[in-house]
């Protein structure tokens, strides 16, 4: 038999979701899966994979242009597979604490695909992270690292004991 293909495709601004999509990725082959992490403005064709995981960061209450246009791109391939959807970008300690929705746009590709489910993860915001903005941010104490990767390999986890 062999195993499912699965893409973990992401929309990364500075790098943060990008590090959530390999961790993704890391823990869906572990779990015996054949898996790709791409970044979602490479991604023009989903037709070899059976099931995708696609994640966006999320600025001012919307997701990462290069996670739409990858959706709007691949759309009609996307209804025929299975997808899990992810956001990051809460800078706090709130996606640990309680199940944040997915913002509006998100909501509306999730019924487009018929979506297994989405999920948000805390993003990141550190000294490295380019930008006089978040420059501003983490000297007023603002910044952090809010990733959790045992909540990420978990959810990886899941998505595959759904697909098995």
Known sequence: MTSKR???AYGSKHGATAGIADELGKTLRG???DTDVVSADAVSDVSGYDAVVLGGALYAGRWNGEATQCARRNAGQLRHRSVWLF???PVDSSAEQRDIPPVHGVARWMKRFDAQEHTTFGGALTAE???RIARAL???G???DFRNPERIQEWAHHIADELT
Request: charged share 20%.
């Open 6 to 8: 699965v893409l973990v």
């Open 31 to 33: 779990d015996g899966f």
């Open 87 to 89: 956001s990051s970008g």
């Open 129 to 131: 992270t380019p930008g």
């Open 138 to 140: 983490v000297r007023r």
């Open 142 to 144: 603002k910044g952090g």
